[in-house]
């Protein structure tokens, strides 16, 4: 069975955690999309991990990690991932591979991404990764990928004609002294000589293992309302976050796929910028945020948090293919009276069910919400782990019937025990 796992909201909703759980069931775990912008936490035995860059499986013992053609990559944020697993006592031996078709990030990237956002009027709130500008490189035809990293000629003439252009780009937009290429040339020809035992051809091995029968899990980064075409652009990320990239992004045909999993948590969350119809007042944001540790898991930043918005999550559905979907932190909204769900906005007096495309209807669309009674404990006996407060399962089944989606998995703590499968 080759699943895709997606998010179905904007980011963070808590993939890693369901990755992890669903890479025991799996043979490869693949990431085909985003880079290092991605912060995926798993928690296994009291230990937690954060990864940008690796997929979330890689805790499980033999199983195979991709990072595929689509990932962009930061080799030191790679290294510093493979360092701290194998300080963990993670055996990486022949478990992780990397696509010769990635492409790289270079300090350009990341300087450029944090100096347009100054500029910027109206700020997208990118994380600086370089996530944007590595892209707009590919797409323009000047990227260099892993390959390159392999062949010093092939990198000395990439990155060479890269600087020429850039470096007066730098100086006279910017006022920035623009880059040496010594120096990015020297490192970035060690980081080639570090992961060459790693990079191969991913779409090959992927086919190859199709071909054997075993399963793969895609490992979605971000979330459907951060994609570069469906999300609330320009407020998005620069990678198709939807269930197609992971196609585009590992060299696997649509027909090979065989289901695509949606997650989302049971209210919504959002860092940086951009338009959220159901925010929450600034004060029950605060609440909501330190009851579920809403902090970027790569910024820090704090999260914007508001109710669940069915709206957009059945706009996800419809998008990614979704027939099964993971909720995630119903335990955060344990102790409220009331819980709203977001059902339909209005914009100019009109009702509207459907998510719009105009950035501005959306930006002045006022929620509307139907409101369903809380619950104080949302696994009200420990002994009887399966069972959930009955309120739980009425606003679940409420969101399964406006979604059109089943929900199997209800995650209630970080933890791999606080997690419900249902039939
Ligand atoms: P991702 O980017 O989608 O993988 O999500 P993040 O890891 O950035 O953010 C999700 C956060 O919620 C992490 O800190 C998880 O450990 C945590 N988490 C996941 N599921 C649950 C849950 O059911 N309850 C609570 N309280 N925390 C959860
Ligand atoms: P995971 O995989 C939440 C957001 C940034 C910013 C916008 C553009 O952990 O769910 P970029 O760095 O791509 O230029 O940022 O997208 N963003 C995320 N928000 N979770 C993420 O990843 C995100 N990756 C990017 O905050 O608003
Ligand atoms: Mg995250």
Redesign the pocket.
């Known amino acids: 069975m080759n699943i895709i796992l997606v998010?179905a909201q904007?980011?963070?909703?808590g993939?890693?955690k369901i990755v992890d759980i669903l890479a025991k069931d799996a043979d490869y775990i693949v990431r085909y999309q985003?880079g290092n912008?991605?912060?995926?936490t798993v928690v296994a035995g009291n230990k937690e991990y954060i990864f940008h860059l690796i997929p979330s499986g890689i805790l499980h013992k033999g199983k195979i990690c991709c990072i595929g053609n689509g990932v962009v990559i930061d080799p030191a944020i790679l290294l510093k991932e493979l360092r701290d697993l194998r300080f963990a006592g993670i055996n990486l031996t022949n478990r992780l591979k990397i696509s010769s078709l990635a492409h790289v990030i270079l300090p350009y990237h990341k300087i450029l991404?944090q100096l347009r956002e100054t500029k910027r009027a109206h700020k997208?709130?990118?994380?600086?990764?370089g996530?944007?500008p590595c892209y707009a490189d590919k797409t323009i035809r000047c990227g260099i990928r892993m390959v390159d990293l392999l062949n010093s000629g092939v990198l000395r003439d990439k990155l060479k004609d890269n600087l020429k252009e850039k470096n007066e780009i730098f100086k006279k937009v910017y006022k920035h002294p623009g880059f040496n290429f010594s120096r990015i040339y020297k490192e970035y020809l060690n980081y080639g000589r570090i992961f060459s035992s790693y990079i191969c051809n991913t779409q090959r091995l992927l086919n190859s293992a199709i071909g054997e029968k075993k399963d793969i899990l895609f490992e979605?980064?971000?979330?459907t309302f951060?994609d570069i075409d469906f999300g609330t652009y320009p407020?998005?990320?620069?990678s198709s976050a939807t269930a197609g990239g992971a196609c585009i992004g590992s060299g696997v045909s649509p027909v090979r796929i065989n289901k695509v999993i949606g997650v989302a948590k049971a209210y919504t969350t959002?860092?940086?910028?951009?338009p959220f119809p159901a925010e929450f007042p600034s004060k029950f944001a605060k609440v909501i945020r330190d009851k579920g540790n809403e902090f970027?898991?790569?910024?820090g930043?704090p999260?914007r948090c508001g109710w669940f918005d069915s709206v957009m999550v059945k706009e996800a559905v419809l998008l990614n293919g979704i027939s099964e979907l993971a909720i995630t932190k119903i335990d955060v909204l344990e102790g409220l009276k009331t819980i709203k769900i977001c059902t339909a906005y209005k914009y100019k007096g009109k009702l509207f069910r459907e998510f719009p495309a105009d950035l501005q209807a959306l930006k002045n669309s006022k929620p509307v919400y139907e409101e369903m009674a809380g619950w104080d404990k949302t696994v009200p006996n420990l002994c009887h782990y399966q069972k959930l407060h009955p309120n739980v399962n009425k606003y679940l089944k409420k969101l399964q019937d406006i979604l059109n989606a089943k929900i199997s998995i209800v995650s209630v703590g970080s933890s791999r025990e606080d997690t419900i499968f249902l039939d």
């Open positions: 998010g904007w980011g963070d909703e993939k890693g985003g912008n991605a912060g995926h991404d997208i709130g990118t994380t600086g990764r996530i944007g979605g980064a971000q979330g951060l407020f998005v990320t620069s959002r860092v940086g910028e951009g970027g898991a790569t910024t930043r999260r």
